[in-house]
Nanobody, 126 residues
Framework: QVQLVESGGGSVQAGGSLRLSCAAS????????MGWFRQAPGKEREGVAA????????YYADSVKGRFTISQDNAKNTLFLQMNSLKPEDTAMYYC???????????????????WGQGTQVTVSS
């Protein structure tokens, strides 16, 4: 059974930084696409970033390019999201997700990910 457990959320002022972690277990796939998604109140869940465990290719939403960095520690089965220069509009519940396919072309579609963590709240104040 795949389990994803996020941590690292919190409250920070605009311009600050946070690092989210996602501990993964129970994989049967040799290669997976791991993603970070977020959902603000009243809004749809959106893709933030993704990484393909097979080759390390990364993908970002335009809104976070240059500010957020996704990375992974395969030895520890842990996914990270380093978030710098945070803005109030980054405030949301952040979710880690996984699927046993590549990332390219469809990484930002939540419906294509079958495994989800419980989420961690990020709040950015102005």
């Amino acid at each position: 059974q795949v389990q994803l457990v996020e941590s690292g959320g919190g409250s920070v002022q605009a311009g600050g930084s946070l690092r989210l972690s996602c501990a993964a277990s129970g994989y049967t796939y040799a290669r997976v696409c791991m993603g970070w998604f977020r959902q603000a109140p009243g809004k749809e869940r959106e893709g933030v970033a993704a990484i393909y465990s097979g080759g390390g290719s990364t993908y970002y939403a335009d809104s976070v390019k240059g500010r957020f960095t996704i990375s992974q520690d395969n030895a520890k089965n842990t996914l990270f999201l380093q978030m710098n220069s945070l803005k109030p509009e980054d405030t949301a519940m952040y979710y880690c997700a996984a699927r046993g396919l590549g990332c390219s072309g469809s990484w930002s579609y939540p419906a294509l990910f079958g495994y989800w963590g419980q989420g961690t709240q990020v709040t950015v104040s102005s």
